[in-house]
Nanobody, 123 residues
């Protein structure tokens, strides 16, 4: 089993920044591609960003390109999401997820999920 614990969420004004972290335990972290997703009230869970096992490849949904950066530290078993220039429409619960080997953007391709951390952006 793989356990994922997110942290770093909070309340921030529009234009501000937050850095989310996701600590992973239970298996060899470097065997897993990682993703960040978000879910706003009444909406479906949506892909935000993903990163390959080595960290050499990253992918983003168009709405966050140029503002968000996903990264990972395989020595610390942690994946990060740096969020800059935040907008009210970024408000959601942010969840990290893991899947074996290859990076994906589809929700149903991920096997392990954290509980999520709330991000609220005020206007």
């Amino acid at each position: 089993q793989v356990q994922l614990v997110e942290s770093g969420g909070g309340l921030v004004q529009a234009g501000g920044s937050l850095r989310l972290s996701c600590a992973v335990s239970g298996r060899t972290f470097s065997n897993y591609a990682m993703g960040w997703f978000r879910q706003a009230p009444g909406k479906e869970r949506e892909f935000v960003a993903s990163i390959s096992r080595s960290g050499s490849s990253t992918y983003y949904v168009d709405s966050v390109k140029g503002r968000f950066t996903i990264s990972r530290d395989n020595a610390k078993n942690t994946v990060y999401l740096q969020m800059n220039s935040l907008k009210p429409e970024d408000t959601a619960v942010y969840l990290c997820a893991a899947r074996r080997y290859y990076v994906e953007s589809r929700v149903n391709e991920y096997d392990y999920w954290g509980q999520g951390t709330q991000v609220t952006v005020s206007s």
